[in-house]
Each structure stands twice: as structure tokens, then as C-alpha cells.
């Protein structure tokens, strides 16, 4: 091995010994992987010691995972000079910056850009509902390895910790308040970013058993989703693929489905409910099904000629009749804005509470066929799947 490769594998292993270690990073990748651009490294607790924790940065996703420092420190070894052609080793004492090249290496030493490493483990006061420290934050491009959020990822680290907020008051606020162990599942989890956020949250702060679940239809983001999961040692959560529609929904205490487009919200809801979810929490998008079918009443005919208002009032009028579809199948129901919209335009979330004692439907069918006379609907996705499953439970019967 040349010379200067070793030193700086001795230096990257005291650091690591010593706690000086801040970040490596691994460039000039001329591997077989076209899309691989670097790997940063850098030193986490979990719950099985302390590890290295490899970031591998690609084109269009990054990928996650954890060592033990041995097991890395081989991996590092065996990837210099093969693979990586440069490593910039940062640490309290020095910077270290290697350059290989085919028959020869050069190792230059210079002061420390980093006077203090950074922590180990997550930051747990209780007035801190996320820590930005997080593995999953990190891997997600969130934070950097120092645990601050990017200029650009000010709007999602904002919009993480707010509906952390809401869903922890929500919690509080029902008969979950007390439970030692919850199961969640996060239809349309997409990127993962909130399904990490509310594992992180209820598992690692309020120190609740959670089993949590992320349905996503696309397998590239299951996938990434898993490999970040198991990097964070995150053993409760999991990410499958499959549609909403499909997934075999069973006993669940918290339901959640944010922006999932369109009648795909309905289908999630009605998952809630036919599991009898005790929290259904969902942020409705992509109002499409009742546009269409809305014919104005002769009073509105001059307002809802416009494109926006039809637009708004056929949102307003979807997630109003969800509401008063869960308040008839024994669900007391809220509507409030999640977030700010200069943050994103579709910001209203429903949240349904089920209720000890189940309502008298009557009342609520009365008014759910008024509206859709009143503006000539003739179908909406959620009652038409609630007509469904009674209609098959009593052929079962």
C-alpha cells in the first residue's frame, strides 16, 4: 500500500478511536456505478454502539447505511485506490486530503476546519420535537453532517416539525394519550419525510412502542425508504409497495394519508375507517372527481363561470362531504390549515377521531343528499366505497 494511503487510514482510524473524527468524504469515483458520485462518512450512536454511517451520494437519490467501525474501516480500505481516488478526512486536529493517482499519492495536512466533532447521538430534550441531527434527516438531504438544514430545505424542515406538532396534540388530545405502544401506517408515504419524522418522534422522545408502516406505490422510493430505515436502526418501521387501494389495511391505531391525489384520499379514508382506526389524519389533494359534476345553482351561474372559483368550491365541497361522511360512520371530525400556503397550496388537513358511541346516520344523510342535489353531484368516491363494504358485509351475513 503506498505510503500516504496508510497514514491516512492510521489517521481515520485515531480519530475514529479518539472521538476526533468530524466526516470523511470519499471523491473521485471511478467506479462501474454511473450515477455514484461520493460517499460522506462520519460516526453515530445507535442502539448497537458506536458506527460509521455511509451516506452514498447519487445523481438522483442517496443511499444509506451503517458499519461497525471495523467492518468500515476494511470497506474504506478496500475501496481506495480501486474505486475512490480522493478522501478528505476532517478531524479536530488536523484535515487530512489524499489524492491517488495511478502511480503515486499525495497526502496534504493542514489546520483543522473543526474545532469540536460533532454529537454522537440525537438530542433529546423534551422541548425538541425532531432533532436535526437524525440519521434519516441527513440521508434525506435535510441536514448536512453537521446537523444543519440547508437554505433551501428551510420550507420542509418547517413543515416537518409542524405536523409533528399537530399529530403529537392530536395524540394527546384522543384516547391514545396514555398508550405504551401505537401502530401507524402512512398511506402515499412518498419520500418518507414525515413517516420518519412521526416514528422518530413517538419511538425515541415520548418512548412509545410504534410500529409504523409506509405504503408507497413507486418501489424506487420503498426501497430508498427501507435501506435509510435499517441505517437508523428504525427496526418498528417499514415501507411496502403498494397502492393505496391494495394494501390490506387491519388493525391500526393512527391512519395517515398526506396529499395522496385526488379519489386516493377517499380510499385511504375509507381504509381508516373499515379498520376502525382511532385517528385518521389526512391532507387532501388534487380535487378532481366532483369538478366535474358540479352543475351551478341558478344563483351562482355568474360566479362559478370562473375556472378558480369552480376550482375552490369543489374542493371545499369534496372535503366538506368527507367530513360528514366520517361524522357518520362515528367520527368527530376537524378541518383546520396545516401549514401556510407559501409553503404548500394545499394546506388544509382532516383529521377524524372515532368516538366511543356511534352517531345516528340519519341526520348526516339528509345533509350529504342535499348538498349533492344542491349542486347536482351525483357521485362521491368515499360514500360510493362506504355503500360498498356494507353492501358486502351484509351479503356475508
Known sequence: MLE???????????????????????GNYKGADKQLQKINIRLIKTSKGIRLFFLYRHDARDIAKNYSISDGQVLIKKMLGREFFSGHLFTTKN???????????????????????PPLEHDRKKEKLIDPHGVY??????TNTNGEVGSQQQHKWRQINKY????????DQSDLKDRASLTIVDMGSGKGYLTFAAYDYFKNVRGIDVKMTGVEARSDLAGISN????????????FVEATIDSFVLKDVNILIALHACDTATDDALFAGIRANA?????????HKEIRPQITPPPMFKGILKHGVMLERVAETVTDGLRSLLLEREGYATRLFEFISVEHTPKNNMLV?????????????????????D???????????????????????R
Do not use: M, W
Open 4 to 26: 500516504s494511503v496508510e497514514k491516512f487510514l492510521n489517521e481515520l482510524s485515531a480519530s475514529a478511536k479518539n472521538g476526533s473524527l468530524v466526516k470523511l468524504t470519499l
Open 95 to 117: 484535515d487530512l486530503h489524499l489524492d491517488i493517482g495511478r502511480k503515486s499519492s499525495r497526502l496534504n495536512v493542514g489546520k483543522p476546519t473543526f474545532k469540536t466533532a
Open 137 to 142: 434527516l441527513n440521508a434525506l438531504g435535510i
Open 164 to 171: 409533528v406538532q399537530i399529530l403529537a396534540d392530536l395524540v
Open 227 to 238: 435501506d435509510v430505515a435499517r441505517a437508523s436502526e428504525f427496526d418498528g418501521l417499514e
Open 278 to 286: 382511532d385517528l385518521i389524519v389526512a391532507a387532501p389533494c388534487c
Open 352 to 372: 377524524g377521531t372515532r368516538l366511543k358511541k356511534s352517531s345516528d346516520s340519519a341526520p348526516f344523510d339528509r345533509q350529504i343528499a342535499e348538498v349533492k
Open 374 to 396: 344542491f349542486y347536482g353531484i351525483h357521485e362521491h368516491h368515499l360514500e360510493k366505497l362506504l355503500k360498498a363494504g356494507i353492501e358486502t358485509t351484509d351479503g356475508l
